[in-house]
């Protein structure tokens, strides 16, 4: 099975930034290239959402609330996705996972990593 490791968190003040990393690995059988993949975040009371993609073919799609400020990347030679996220507000405070997207997502999750906004 797969297994996506997420780092890269961490607490932060308002208008800030992070990076964020998510490593697929376990299995020869998932060719990280093949798949488009997500980052999804869940803040505390709330349904785990997917907050931007990227395709294959490295076109990206964004949550209308997250546009101009965060941004996905991959590097399919270390089979690592990446989320920039600038001007980080406290609405963006969630444990955030990675994991393929948009159509559906592999059934193990990582165990995420938490991004706090606040001052």
């Known amino acids: 099975q797969v297994q996506f490791v997420e780092s890269g968190g961490g607490l932060v003040q308002p208008g800030g930034s992070l990076r964020l990393s998510c490593v697929a690995s376990g299995t020869s059988r998932f060719i990280f290239s093949f798949w488009g993949m997500g980052w999804y975040r869940q803040a505390p009371g709330k349904q785990r959402e997917l907050v931007a993609d990227?395709?294959?073919?490295?076109?990206?799609n964004y949550a209308d609330s997250l546009k101009g400020r965060f941004t996905i990347s991959r590097d399919d030679s270390k089979n690592t996705l990446y989320l920039q996220m600038n001007s980080l507000k406290p609405e963006d405070t969630a444990v955030y996972y990675c994991?393929?997207?948009?159509?559906?997502?592999?059934?193990?999750w990582g165990q995420g990593t938490q991004v706090t906004v606040s001052s």
């Open positions: 990227i395709t294959s073919g490295y076109s990206t």
């Open positions: 994991n393929i997207a948009p159509l559906g997502t592999m059934p193990n």
